[in-house]
């Protein structure tokens, strides 16, 4: 309409879409302001729906309460609760408890808010079209679209909301079964066609006393439960899925999921295989049009957050509109609050849905630590709360892993060929900038001997150069000399004679096309003032961002067979020193990265094209550190498991990588991302980069290091346990606390072999006293 609208003046409301978000949506406003118009257009039948169950939770039914006490009560009388969630793994159920779960019919809660809106006088245009959005837009004061994943509201839009969505690679079917399982149960068949999986849940429950009782464990004869069957759309086509009507799909998944079922017969409704949708949009408003629930964003269904998301949205939109006096004001406030919430949901969903389609991978697990990494495979459920639902299941999970009593997973020890690390955290490679001429100084000193007295079972250096050509900045360190590797000397000296057990790792490389640039804070990936540069080299004469960075020469056979003798030099000075071991550095598009990836390495020779050319110059310098290297002290190498770039290193070339580096005697491998290309698109999140990690060692059964947004102990020992990684490697946590282990021992209260405090620093194992906050509360009125 034209003209600044008001929340006063937004008397007529238009809904497109009557699922659970727009149906609460209109009555949260209609309740509101009695005045109101409010409209919903909803194409189907009132009886008409798909799927069975819906989940929520006790957050969003607080939200409810607290805006609508009737629906509340309503949906109160419905709910089927639950707290045990069974995994059946090649035949053994592991049953986890403590979880929580309230759930309803997808018909029932329509019903109940179908009534709702009624009762309070709004409209609903059952089996008719909404007009077109436009015309909505100019004929109401607000315009709510909840019309779903295929929102026609979005698409008219397009152009202003900007939305991608991503079609996802497996196939899945939403059915019921005529019983109630008293349990969330994850069953897996491992066909001849591939493995498919069952998620399934009770949504409806006889009264108590009403029929046969159930047999312990599985499900009760009476009720109804939702049943999804999803697998990869390989296996969908291979087991002839592709080819069958609603009828033989339901059949089939009965009989191959019989067992889970017991021998109860599947139903649908209108049901479909279909691929799951990830929606996300750039705007969710456009003058006084606004998207709430699927329209706006979708979270894969093994979370269970769709109706939630939806509904909260509608809580939201409606607080927003009664908070403030303008509605592009209110609209905005909405977005704001909902947005960081939706990606935070979206980023586990995806988590959640990846670990499904990777399945096949972790079935050869034990079976309870399968179990506890499908329990927290989106990083919501996280070892220390999982412990708090359920101890007993927790522990003996970790006495499968081989915890001994009390001992926290992160506070067991590793070993790499002859060097046992105490515990599984690494101070992470980092660059302090403040080197002299490639010397270490006082600082590199401090720095490294702090964190090793800090508790952390192997500290790494940062990035040491093998040449002055292959340098970052002037402020890099350097192995080149034997003033460098006698200042390296005192540190590994102060470790291993301040911090005995701790081991400390050097970690190798050379700038490649990323170097001659200044210091960190003095601008990054700048290059230096003119005058002051050194010629670069590469795999392909390429800039990192043309127009800004120099163009490298691009390597001869001469170059090559120079750069691999400065490894080899360095190599050799390493031992001198004293590190315990040495990694590669292959990542971050600095040299031996720019090999790796097809973006940087656009050689012609026997050094290029296909991914066994582009790994020959990286492999012949491990080759020839490796013949060097004692054969008792371990090598790492770490890799940029994805460009984060169209056309560029690939998860799947990632295990091919890093399986031809463990032929060639890698010990383990430690998995970066990134930073190979200026213009990379990262998925930045909590432990963003452990998936790439995850996979390398789960597809090929070899340890691996996992970094990247790993920042809490809790977030470490559930990465353990759950067989994602076999280190984790912290970088920030460790600047912010350089004694970031010892702090997470006490924290965990552990106090064993694998976390000593150095004698001078015992005094301080325990956190300082505060001030009182149990003040004493009133027990007493006197009248």
């Given at each position: 309409?034209?003209?600044q609208?008001?929340?006063?003046?937004?008397?007529?409301?238009?809904?497109?879409?009557?699922?659970?978000?727009?149906?609460?949506a209109a009555?949260l406003?209609?309740r509101?302001?009695?005045?109101?118009?409010?409209?919903?257009?909803?194409?189907?039948?009132?009886?008409?729906?798909?799927?069975?169950?819906?989940v929520?939770?006790d957050?969003?039914l607080?939200?409810?309460?607290?805006?609508?006490?009737?629906?509340?009560?309503?949906?109160?009388?419905e709910?089927?609760?639950?707290?045990?969630?069974?995994?059946?793994?090649?035949?053994?159920?592991?049953?986890?408890?403590?979880?929580?779960f309230?759930a309803?019919?997808r018909?029932?809660?329509?019903?109940i808010?179908?009534?709702?809106?009624?009762?309070?006088?709004?409209?609903?245009?059952?089996r008719?079209?909404a007009?077109?959005?436009?015309?909505?837009?100019?004929?109401?004061?607000?315009?709510?679209?909840?019309?779903g994943?295929?929102?026609?509201?979005?698409?008219?839009?397009?152009?202003?909301?900007a939305?991608?969505?991503?079609?996802?690679?497996?196939?899945?079917?939403?059915?019921?079964?005529?019983?109630?399982?008293?349990?969330?149960?994850?069953?897996?068949?491992?066909?001849?066609?591939?493995?498919?999986?069952?998620?399934?849940?009770?949504?409806?429950?006889?009264?108590?006393?009403?029929g046969?009782?159930?047999?312990?464990?599985?499900?009760?004869?009476?009720?109804?439960?939702?049943v999804?069957?999803?697998?990869?759309e390989?296996?969908?086509?291979?087991?002839?899925?592709?080819?069958?009507?609603?009828?033989?799909?339901?059949?089939?998944?009965?009989?191959?999921?019989?067992?889970a079922?017991?021998?109860?017969?599947l139903?649908?409704?209108?049901?479909?295989w279909?691929?799951?949708?990830?929606?996300?949009?750039?705007?969710?408003?456009h003058?006084?049009?606004?998207?709430?629930?699927?329209?706006?964003h979708t979270?894969?269904?093994?979370?269970?957050?769709?109706?939630?998301?939806?509904v909260?949205d509608?809580?939201?939109?409606?607080?927003?509109?009664?908070?403030?006096?303008?509605?592009?004001?209110?609209?905005?406030?909405?977005?704001?609050?909902?947005?960081?919430?939706?990606?935070?949901?979206?980023r586990?969903?995806?988590?959640?849905?990846?670990?499904?389609?990777?399945?096949g991978?972790?079935?050869?697990?034990p079976?309870?630590?399968?179990?506890?990494?499908?329990?927290?495979?989106?990083?919501?459920?996280?070892?220390?709360?999982?412990?708090?639902?359920?101890?007993?299941?927790?522990?003996?999970?970790?006495?499968?892993?081989?915890?001994?009593?009390?001992?926290?997973?992160?506070?067991?020890p590793?070993?790499?060929?002859?060097?046992?690390?105490?515990?599984?955290?690494?101070?992470?490679?980092?660059?302090m900038?403040?080197a002299?001429?490639?010397?270490?100084?006082?600082?590199h000193?401090?720095?490294?001997?702090?964190?090793?007295?800090g508790g952390?079972?192997?500290?790494?250096?940062?990035?040491v150069?093998?040449?002055?050509?292959?340098?970052?900045?002037?402020?890099?360190?350097?192995?080149?000399?034997?003033?460098?590797?006698?200042?390296?000397?005192r540190?590994?000296?102060?470790?291993?004679?301040?911090?005995?057990?701790?081991?400390?790792?050097v970690?190798?490389?050379?700038?490649?096309?990323?170097?001659?640039?200044?210091?960190?804070?003095d601008?990054?990936?700048?290059?230096?003032?003119?005058?002051?540069?050194?010629?670069?080299s590469?795999?392909?004469?390429?800039?990192?961002?043309?127009?800004?960075?120099?163009?490298?020469?691009?390597?001869?056979?001469?170059?090559?067979?120079?750069?691999?003798?400065?490894?080899?030099?360095?190599?050799?000075?390493?031992v001198?020193?004293?590190?315990?071991?040495?990694?590669?550095?292959?990542a971050?598009?600095?040299?031996?990265?720019?090999f790796?990836?097809?973006?940087?390495?656009?050689r012609?020779?026997?050094?290029?094209g296909?991914?066994?050319?582009?790994?020959?110059?990286?492999?012949?310098?491990?080759?020839?550190?490796?013949?060097?290297?004692p054969?008792?002290?371990?090598?790492?190498?770490?890799?940029?498991?994805?460009?984060w770039?169209?056309g560029?290193?690939?998860?799947?070339?990632?295990?091919?990588?890093?399986?031809?580096?463990?032929?060639?005697?890698?010990?383990?491998?430690?998995?970066?991302?990134?930073?190979?290309?200026?213009?990379?698109?990262?998925?930045?999140?909590?432990?963003?980069q452990?998936?790439?990690?995850?996979r390398?060692r789960?597809?090929?059964?070899?340890?691996?290091?996992?970094?990247?947004?790993v920042?809490?102990?809790?977030?470490?020992?559930?990465?353990?346990?759950?067989?994602?990684?076999?280190?984790?490697?912290?970088?920030?946590?460790?600047?912010?606390?350089?004694?970031?282990?010892?702090?997470?021992?006490?924290?965990?209260?552990y106090?064993?072999?694998?976390?000593?405090?150095p004698?001078?620093?015992?005094?301080?194992?325990?956190?300082?006293?505060?001030?009182?906050?149990?003040?004493?509360?009133?027990?007493?009125?006197?009248?």
């Amino acid at each position: 309409m034209a003209g600044q609208v008001t929340v006063a003046t937004a008397l007529r409301v238009a809904v497109v879409g009557g699922g659970p978000g727009g149906l609460y949506a209109a009555a949260l406003l209609k309740r509101l302001d009695p005045a109101r118009s409010v409209t919903v257009w909803e194409r189907n039948g009132p009886d008409d729906t798909f799927g069975f169950g819906v989940v929520l939770s006790d957050e969003t039914l607080g939200g409810i309460e607290h805006a609508d006490p009737v629906v509340h009560r309503a949906l109160q009388a419905e709910f089927v609760r639950w707290d045990n969630i069974d995994i059946v793994h090649r035949g053994t159920v592991l049953t986890s408890g403590g979880h929580g779960f309230a759930a309803l019919g997808r018909r029932r809660l329509l019903e109940i808010l179908h009534q709702r809106c009624l009762s309070l006088g709004v409209r609903i245009r059952f089996r008719e079209e909404a007009p077109p959005p436009a015309e909505l837009a100019a004929a109401h004061d607000l315009v709510i679209a909840a019309d779903g994943v295929h929102s026609a509201t979005r698409e008219a839009f397009a152009d202003v909301f900007a939305p991608r969505v991503t079609t996802h690679r497996c196939r899945y079917i939403w059915l019921s079964a005529p019983f109630a399982f008293d349990a969330f149960r994850f069953e897996i068949a491992e066909t001849d066609h591939g493995v498919m999986q069952l998620h399934g849940y009770p949504y409806s429950c006889p009264p108590p006393g009403d029929g046969p009782a159930g047999a312990p464990g599985r499900h009760h004869p009476a009720g109804a439960s939702t049943v999804i069957v999803e697998m990869r759309e390989e296996v969908w086509r291979a087991a002839g899925f592709d080819g069958c009507d609603e009828q033989e799909s339901i059949g089939r998944c009965a009989k191959i999921f019989a067992d889970a079922l017991g021998g109860h017969p599947l139903s649908g409704n209108n049901s479909s295989w279909t691929a799951f949708r990830t929606v996300v949009n750039d705007r969710w408003s456009h003058g006084n049009t606004v998207l709430i629930g699927d329209a706006a964003h979708t979270a894969h269904f093994s979370i269970g957050s769709g109706t939630k998301l939806a509904v909260e949205d509608a809580l939201a939109l409606a607080a927003n509109i009664e908070e403030h006096s303008g509605l592009p004001e209110a609209l905005a406030a909405y977005e704001a609050e909902r947005r960081p919430v939706v990606a935070s949901t979206q980023r586990a969903a995806g988590a959640s849905l990846e670990w499904f389609e990777q399945l096949g991978m972790y079935l050869d697990q034990p079976p309870r630590q399968f179990a506890f990494n499908l329990l927290t495979r989106s990083r919501r459920v996280t070892h220390d709360n999982l412990r708090l639902r359920d101890a007993g299941f927790t522990d003996t999970v970790e006495r499968g892993f081989g915890c001994p009593r009390d001992t926290p997973p992160m506070f067991t020890p590793l070993k790499l060929r002859g060097l046992e690390l105490r515990n599984r955290v690494v101070v992470s490679p980092m660059d302090m900038y403040s080197a002299t001429d490639g010397v270490p100084g006082d600082l590199h000193l401090v720095h490294l001997g702090a964190r090793a007295l800090g508790g952390a079972g192997l500290v790494m250096t940062e990035m040491v150069c093998v040449s002055p050509e292959g340098r970052i900045t002037p402020g890099c360190t350097g192995l080149y000399t034997s003033e460098q590797a006698a200042a390296w000397q005192r540190i590994t000296e102060f470790v291993h004679g301040q911090s005995p057990g701790t081991a400390i790792g050097v970690q190798l490389g050379h700038s490649g096309r990323k170097g001659s640039t200044r210091l960190m804070w003095d601008g990054i990936d700048e290059p230096l003032p003119d005058g002051h540069n050194w010629p670069l080299s590469a795999a392909s004469a390429l800039p990192y961002r043309p127009g800004v960075n120099q163009v490298p020469g691009a390597l001869d056979r001469a170059g090559l067979n120079e750069i691999r003798e400065q490894f080899a030099a360095a190599a050799r000075r390493a031992v001198r020193c004293g590190f315990d071991l040495i990694e590669l550095h292959c990542a971050h598009g600095y040299l031996l990265s720019g090999f790796l990836s097809p973006l940087t390495n656009r050689r012609t020779d026997g050094y290029g094209g296909s991914l066994r050319g582009r790994l020959r110059f990286p492999l012949e310098v491990f080759d020839v550190i490796r013949q060097l290297w004692p054969a008792d002290r371990p090598m790492t190498v770490r890799i940029s498991a994805t460009d984060w770039a169209q056309g560029g290193t690939t998860a799947a070339d990632a295990v091919e990588i890093a399986r031809a580096f463990v032929a060639h005697g890698a010990d383990a491998i430690d998995v970066s991302t990134g930073q190979v290309v200026a213009d990379e698109q990262p998925a930045y999140g909590r432990s963003y980069q452990t998936p790439y990690a995850d996979r390398i060692r789960n597809e090929l059964g070899i340890p691996v290091i996992a970094v990247g947004a790993v920042s809490s102990w809790d977030d470490v020992n559930s990465l353990l346990l759950a067989g994602r990684t076999d280190l984790c490697a912290l970088a920030r946590p460790h600047l912010y606390d350089p004694h970031w282990t010892l702090h997470a021992a006490a924290e965990q209260g552990y106090a064993g072999p694998a976390a000593p405090w150095p004698l001078p620093y015992r005094a301080g194992s325990r956190a300082p006293q505060t001030g009182r906050t149990d003040a004493p509360k009133p027990r007493l009125r006197l009248g």
